[in-house]
């Protein structure tokens, strides 16, 4: 296990606010010990339970007490006693998962609350009318059907070998409770930058619609504990800030701006005025919301940040070439294929401190983006993105059941069933829904090398068509559709290729180098095939290696004009053994200030 891994205890895990980007004061962490049993997927809830599992660790993993596998026909259940603090009285309790994996039915005092399907998403429930005065039981059961289904999973195999991993099954991200308002609450806040127009648009939705002329929205931008810009707004409206002189963000001044949004109730804005103009929808409208009178207190109020931060195709140094721009001006990307998976906890990284190392690491070591591949990460890891400052192309993570994977070469894509496209669309929704205001985002990658890749131009038009602020990347590695912002290439060759040159997209290298070494005392399982696409046995090999690589890369960006590239990968991950880490983020295997020295060129003019 890493470091991290091995100071993992019930009363330290994962104790961090889960949702950075839409905070409320009152809340309170439900992870630590809960009870678990396993049974037939046919049988009745339990009435007597195993043991004890570590939440939010899945059950496959070490760190989680249990490490047992889950079979698709069976059914894991979870079960614990929560009491509501006395001062949540008059309110309504959310109770929020950030990720359970794969399918989940949730009772609370024996009452059957909900159900959720998706594996990479957050949920909450809304419990009020379930509980009672002290102890309150809550009981969830999941089925998770791993790779005898389609559902988006990632690397999850149930026999796991090579590229593919140790599947996960049931919590895997913090369990935590909150109140709200009894009538109306802030449900979310969706921030996007324009800084060619130097303003931040808001969008911001309540559970409910009061629909009326006196409940508005007071929308505020700080910098720091100074005011930038403010407005009122009517329900259900977008807002516009106006941010003079924008601070913008970039992975060399990774600026955030913080904004508090409230719920209030104004005077009337249309007091005086005809019935037939009181509603009407227009610029009059904004103004009078803007100019209102506040009376009381807000009802909800919740905080977070946002970035200035522009993304788009631009002119680059080869004419006809278009290149990634970065705040209007060409930046090449260089960054890792970062899996994010972990010895000890899987899919669950152990904590904030060490999510900051690996980050803090990569950046020390001259790469300025990664490629979180076919992997949702928590809130707080984008966050720390935000915050230290490294651009994120985000994957879509893949499912798919045997024998319906593209394969090079392929003229044709499979056919896919309706319900398993329905299935991936809609987590493909709600992630780029849940993710949609962390600036480092800057690109999302609808498909990865025909891993169940079907429809690939309607997908990358509808893509952006939900997110014109970013750029798309339709399909990385293997048969180009000729669709979304970007021609991706994959080469794994014992030196990179260059793309062809594209006169209407970006070009660029979405996976290469993968210089595997197998360091003894640092493997997940030394018993296995231990591999990576090219294997060297000593640091000198390595380093040779990835300078011959990087030295293709940095001609094809000053030659080419290559927009970016990413190397496999960040880490060793069970059999692969390809990381510029070990598994454990023990053993950095090129130096951190030779890996800087390797990739400055690709920083210069």
């Not at 890493?2 to 330290?12: C, D, G, H, L, P």
């Not at 979310?188 to 969008?203: A, F, I, K, M, Y």
């Not at 259900?236 to 409230?262: C, M, Q, T």
């Not at 380093?543 to 001609?555: E, G, N, P, V």
Request: charged share 20%.
């Amino acid at each position: 296990m890493s470091r991290w891994e091995k100071q993992i205890t019930a009363e330290n895990a994962w104790r961090e606010y889960p949702r950075p980007q839409l905070v409320r004061r009152q809340w309170q962490n439900l992870n630590g010990m809960w009870e678990y049993a396993i049974t037939p997927k046919t049988a009745p809830a339990p009435t007597t339970f195993a043991g004890q599992i570590l939440v939010p660790f899945c059950v496959e993993s070490t760190v989680s007490k249990v490490n047992k596998p889950l079979s698709p026909d069976q059914r894991l259940w979870y079960r614990r006693n929560v009491a509501i603090p006395r001062d949540w009285n008059g309110q309504r309790v959310l109770l929020h998962f950030g990720a359970v994996d794969y399918e989940c039915n949730l009772w609370v005092n024996g009452g059957l609350v909900g159900s959720h399907t998706g594996g990479s998403d957050a949920f909450s429930f809304d419990i009020t009318n379930y509980l009672k005065d002290g102890q309150n039981q809550v009981l969830l059961g999941v089925t998770d059907p791993t790779s005898t289904d389609e559902q988006p999973r990632g690397k999850q195999l149930l026999n796991p070998n090579g590229i593919w991993y140790t599947p996960v099954s049931g919590i895997w991200q913090t369990v935590w409770m909150e109140p709200v308002p009894k009538v109306a609450h802030i449900e979310e806040v969706r921030l996007t930058p324009e800084v060619d127009s130097g303003r931040v648009r808001v969008d911001v939705s309540l559970n409910t619609t009061l629909d009326k002329p006196t409940t508005a929205i007071r929308i505020t931008a700080l910098d720091g504990n100074q005011t930038v810009a403010t407005t009122i707004v009517r329900e259900g409206r977008p807002a516009h800030l106006p941010i003079s002189n924008p601070k913008l963000w970039s992975p060399d001044r990774p600026f955030l701006y913080d904004y508090r949004v409230e719920l209030v109730t104004v005077t009337d804005p249309f007091a005086g005025r005809p019935n037939n103009q009181r509603m009407h929808r227009n610029e009059g409208e904004r103004a009078a919301y803007a100019q209102a009178t506040v009376t009381g207190n807000p009802t909800d109020v919740v905080t977070g940040y946002f970035a200035m931060r522009k993304i788009a195709l631009g002119p680059g140094p080869v004419a006809q070439q278009p290149v990634l721009l970065l705040n209007n001006q060409f930046v090449f990307q260089n960054g890792p294929l970062d899996q994010g998976w972990w010895p000890g906890s899987l899919l669950t990284p152990p904590s904030d401190e060490a999510m900051t190392f690996e980050i803090d690491f990569l950046k020390k070591s001259g790469f300025n983006m990664l490629r979180k591949h076919i992997k949702v990460e928590p809130d707080r890891y984008y966050y720390l993105c935000d915050k230290l400052g490294i651009l994120v192309w985000q994957d879509m993570p893949s499912g798919f059941l045997e024998g319906q994977n593209e394969w090079p070469g392929d003229q044709s894509e499979p056919v896919r069933r309706s319900k398993a496209k329905e299935q991936y669309e809609l987590e493909l929704r709600r992630m780029m829904n849940q993710l949609h205001s962390h600036p480092s985002i800057v690109t999302w990658v609808v498909q990865n090398e025909g891993w169940g890749q079907y429809e690939n131009p309607r997908l990358a038009a509808w893509v952006k068509g939900m997110d014109p602020s970013r750029v798309v990347n339709a399909i990385s590695g293997w048969n180009d559709r000729n669709a979304g912002d970007f021609y991706d290439i994959h080469t794994y060759e014992p030196e990179p290729k260059a793309p062809a040159p594209k006169s209407d997209r970006v070009v660029v290298i979405g996976e290469f180098g993968g210089i595997g070494w197998p360091v003894q005392g640092h493997l997940w399982n030394p018993d296995m095939r231990n591999w990576g696409y090219q294997t060297y046995h000593s640091a000198d090999e390595v380093l040779k290696a990835y300078q011959k690589k990087y030295a293709k890369i940095i001609d094809y960006k000053q030659k080419q004009a290559l927009s970016a590239a990413v190397y496999t990968q960040t880490t060793d991950v069970e059999g692969e053994v390809n990381g510029l880490l070990t598994y454990d983020r023990e053993v950095i295997k090129i130096p951190v200030e030779t890996l800087r020295q390797i990739h400055a060129p690709l920083f210069t003019k």
